[in-house]
């Protein structure tokens, strides 16, 4: 007999490093709660309980002053918000992948996005994900996607964000992501199932095919241990589900020729190491494993170059930074490797404390060291998010750089991106070079990695996508009345058309100005933003017709506004007649100077007193609203004239 135990068994990573938090937490003599199980494993909480760590259900329970820690599952926001407010130290030992699902789903919510995860609706890890946004959609298998999908055509022109929960099977998340893909006609998807989740499920399933018999460790609680039990009965008879070395009869094993072993994320070492002790002592067996330490280095994290792992900062220093993987190799980014912005200084953007996703570059088992790169990541992730933008249709951001014979060049994100001078929305023969130096969105419409890739991009895709959900929202919301910001587009003889978002409307030249103007260019010109208001629309012929000048802008309402009887007023002479002279007090409001008021003495002619174009001062005398007609006065700043004067002045005035 043969038994084979699974190289990727026991601790994950993220459970690895919460059994490690609580670990310190009572080293350091800390009074320790966990919110929920630290893990699905009742021996590794039973062992904590006689260490005096209790495990408490609700955020009520826990007693000031306290130290909580949040188990590796996660928790919702509302919960974590709620633990921060509490007089309590919060320590998070929710795993890094499941964080990261959290600001994937958080992040989709804030961009109008509907999160569907995949994952058992009643898992914790589940719970604490849907709790970081809004309105989530969750589902335990690729039917219940297809059947909420199919049901209403809505439901497909949904933009949506699909995550799986990180123990899933491969098996799942690959049918569930085919629906997605064929039915949406707005996704996009990211594969977060944990990498060692991955690795344990392709070995359980190796060992399986192989072995007559398996025996899977672990709590029945499991999500990923009973994940592994249906894995392994799919290429094995006989598997059994076992919570440690007392549930195993080992005699029951003596006809099996091959047996092997694996065990869930959360199942503690000494467990694992006592189930193959009581197997090996049946006779005749030869055990097949490396030494178990090497097992436990090797069921944290495997590293090769090429790899995407997660780690901690432990430390920055002044040529590198040094990164926790959680493996027994030290980690390290060179400081020309952590971003591939060089006026970054790495102290800016990374602390002690943070987690982080690198990219291996070299692995030295003989030193025990890790390159890292964070530049080579931000690298890959660049042209990853540019596929995903081409698939998926997203437009993206970028600067334009260059200008070439058939376009320009933008950079996105350290990519270059051609735009065809077709597509850039300057019109044919214009200036492309106007365009360098701006930041523009663009979609991406031709992607290829290869050797050389290449990347092809279009502005005015973005551009007549936006005008025409402006214009559709421009309709839907249109009344007589309603005031807009505009851009004059262009003019003609008779009026200039106007782009109030989407839609471009006429302001007649008689709506321009209240005075009498001979073409549009006198009020206003091409490129200015003017506010306008609607005066009448056809919505079925999508015309609109719009108004500039308002009553606040009439000359009548202005003067009226800033002046009185009695006042003096700077004012320029426009015409001179027989009785007397008109002055502009503003542009388009006149008043009357008759002859007897424009000087201390008898005038005979008017010119011997003021000339056409001369400023003058003048008293404002009286106001006739009705006929709009206003007489002013030099001499009243001569000399003081009595009421009786003035007022028989006046009705000469108003007879002639």
């Known amino acids: 007999m043969k038994v084979e135990l699974a ?34 494993n009742r021996h590794l909480v039973e062992r904590f309980e006689k260490l005096g760590v209790r495990t408490v259900e609700s955020i009520d329970e826990i007693p000031d002053g306290y130290t909580v820690i949040i ?20 320590i998070d030992a929710t795993c890094p992948s499941v964080k990261r699902i959290h600001k994937l789903v958080a ?12 994952g058992t609706p009643s898992h914790p890890e589940i719970v604490a994900i849907a709790g970081w946004c809004e309105n989530p959609k969750v589902f335990p298998d690729e039917k219940k996607l297809e059947q909420w999908l199919c049901e209403d ?3 497909r022109n949904l933009p949506v964000t699909m995550v799986s929960q990180t123990t899933s099977t491969q098996k799942l998340w690959d049918s569930c992501k085919k629906i997605e893909k064929k039915v949406c006609t707005n996704g996009e998807i990211f594969d977060t199932i944990c990498k ?14 192989r072995c007559d018999a398996m025996i899977v460790v672990g709590d029945v609680k499991s999500s990923n241990t009973g994940r592994l039990v249906h894995i392994c009965k799919q290429h094995c008879q006989n598997v059994v589900l076992v919570d440690s070395a007392e549930d195993i009869d080992p005699q029951t094993y003596r006809s099996y020729h091959n047996i092997g072993i694996t065990a869930g994320a959360s199942t503690p070492a000494w467990i694992i190491k006592e189930v193959n002790k009581t197997m090996s002592e049946i006779k005749n067996v030869d055990v097949v494993e490396e030494s178990f330490e090497a097992m436990l280095e090797n069921s944290i994290k495997t590293l090769n170059t090429g790899d995407k792992v997660l780690g901690t900062v432990t430390a920055i220093g002044s040529t590198e930074i040094q990164v926790d993987l959680g493996t027994k190799h030290a980690g390290y980014i060179p400081y020309d490797e952590v971003s591939a912005d060089p006026t970054v200084k790495p102290e800016d953007i990374l602390k ?12 030295n088992d003989q030193e025990g060291t890790v390159q890292l790169s964070r530049k080579k990541l931000e690298g890959i992730k660049v042209w990853d998010d540019l596929e995903a933008a081409c698939e998926n249709k997203t437009p993206v951001e970028g600067i334009i750089v260059d200008e070439n014979k058939g376009g320009v060049v933008a950079n996105c994100k350290g990519v270059r991106v051609f735009i065809p001078a077709s597509q850039t929305g300057i019109a044919k023969g214009g200036d492309l070079s106007a365009l360098k130096g701006q930041l523009v969105k663009l979609r991406i419409t031709e992607f290829s990695r290869g050797h050389r890739g290449r990347v092809v991009g279009s ?3 973005v551009t007549r996508e936006a005008r025409k959900a402006a214009a559709a929202k421009f309709w839907s919301e249109i009344e007589v009345g309603k005031k807009y910001t505009g851009t004059v587009k262009s003019m003609t003889s008779y009026g200039a058309f106007v782009d109030v978002g989407g839609v471009d409307g006429m302001v007649h030249i008689s709506e321009l100005s209240w005075g009498h103007i001979k073409t549009p260019e006198e009020v206003v010109k091409v490129g200015d933003s003017i506010e306008v208001f609607v005066i009448k629309f056809d919505a079925e012929k999508r015309k609109i017709s719009l108004g500039y000048k308002t009553p606040e802008m009439n000359p009548w309402f202005q003067f009226t506004s800033k002046y009185n009887v009695g006042d003096t007023a700077l004012v320029k002479i426009v015409k001179i007649v027989d009785f007397g002279a008109f002055a502009e007090i503003l542009p388009g409001v006149d008043g009357l100077i008759h002859i007897s008021q424009l000087a201390d003495r008898r005038v005979d002619k008017v010119a011997d007193a003021v000339a056409e174009g001369q400023e003058v001062e003048a008293k404002i005398i009286d106001v006739d609203a009705q006929r709009k007609r206003i007489s002013l006065s030099i001499r009243a700043l001569l000399e003081p004239a009595t009421e009786e004067e003035v007022a028989e002045e006046a009705t000469e005035e108003i007879a002639e």
């Open 153 to 155: 055509e809505n439901n």
């Open 459 to 461: 502005i005015s895709d």
């Open 7 to 40: 190289k990727t068994a026991g601790f994950c990573y993220g459970v690895n490093r919460a059994v490690d938090l609580v670990e310190q937490a009572i080293a350091a003599g800390k009074k320790t709660v966990t919110l929920g199980p630290i893990a699905h």
């Open 107 to 118: 992040a989709a919510d804030a961009q109008g996005r509907t999160p569907i995860i995949i």
């Open 352 to 363: 002690v404390g943070d987690e982080i996703e690198v990219f291996v570059v070299r692995v």
């Open 196 to 209: 060692a989740t991955e690795n344990r499920q392709e070995e359980a399933a190796q060992i399986a095919s």
């Open 71 to 90: 188990r590796s599952h996660g928790v919702t926001r509302a919960v974590y918000e709620a633990l921060l407010s509490k007089n309590v130290e919060v």
